[in-house]
């Protein structure tokens, strides 16, 4: 509700048009469905189902405010693409997103690329999964954390608004052909999915990096399993041309900071609920 809050002052105060509009208005319609399908379910089920279907649909519907990002992402500031492709090239002398795939393009290459691009997708359930049989009592925390961190990554990317190379750069240079199975189920993906916005910092690496700080905090001998796949998706999301190489360092850079404040935001949410817990018994 915060989110939301904050995306409709910002609405208000550039582009009004916008409050009413009417996709909008469905997206936070549906949030509110489901809301109240928590609600309903919330004393019906057990805690542990109860907490792990509540994430999971909530994750689920998050593909509707990222897509979100690219309506709002130049309400405030115009697209930095060009300062993110200046600075790889800076730094390389060429453009990672275009050359990396060019150099390595046999058919087991590319899709091992796509599969470690499909591990940002994986990471999170398979987490899930692994507390619902575990530790349950902690799908709730890693739900907040996860849930929230996604949020404040699509504040950013209406701040800092940039949308990668496969939007930035023009064809063929733009593209990767998927020549596999794993490929073309992320190319059906990204056509149904993505949208020009979210390249800077990369959520896909922060998001991943912030599963892999909590698995290390809570299930440590998880987390090596989960760091092949983390540093497989760092190198694919330049690979597929989703995220210039710059992108992917601030992601790593930004997630231990997310992950601090989040789960800050997670405590503190958590004290003063006991407290009104405490106050009406």
Not at 67 to 74: D, Q, R
Not at 185 to 201: R, S
Not at 223 to 244: E, G, N, R
Request: glycine share 4%.
């Amino acid at each position: 509700m915060l989110y939301f809050a904050v995306i409709e002052l910002i609405v208000i105060f550039t582009k009004p048009s916008l409050f009413l509009n009417g996709n909008l208005m469905l997206t936070r319609g549906i949030f509110v469905a489901f809301f109240l399908i928590c609600f309903f379910l919330k004393d019906r089920l057990p805690k542990k189902f109860f907490d792990f279907l509540q994430v999971v649909g909530i994750y689920a519907l998050l593909s509707l405010l990222y897509k979100e990002t690219a309506v709002f992402n130049t309400l405030l500031f115009p697209k930095i693409d060009g300062f993110l492709a200046h600075l790889d090239e800076k730094l390389f002398g060429f453009q990672p997103a275009i050359a990396f795939s060019e150099h390595f393009n046999s058919l087991f290459f590319i899709e091992i690329m796509f599969f470690g691009y499909f591990c940002y997708y994986l990471m999170p359930i398979s987490t899930l999964l692994i507390l619902l049989k575990k530790i349950p009592e902690k799908i709730e925390e890693f739900g907040f954390l996860f849930i929230t961190s996604f949020l404040v990554y699509y504040l950013i990317f209406i701040f800092l608004p940039a949308e990668g190379p496969q939007f930035y750069f023009p064809f063929p240079e733009n593209s990767i052909e998927a020549k596999g199975l794993v490929g073309t189920l992320i190319k059906i993906i990204q056509k149904n999915g993505e949208a020009p916005t979210a390249a800077f910092p990369s959520s896909h690496v922060g998001i991943a990096v912030i599963v892999l700080i909590w698995l290390y905090n809570n299930l440590k001998n998880w987390a090596k399993y989960f760091l092949p796949f983390v540093v497989l998706l760092c190198f694919s999301t330049v690979y597929i041309k989703a995220h210039y190489f710059v992108d992917v360092v601030a992601g790593i850079i930004s997630a231990p900071i997310v992950y601090y404040i989040v789960s800050q935001l997670y405590k503190f949410s958590k004290r003063n609920y006991a407290g009104v817990i405490l106050k009406e018994s």
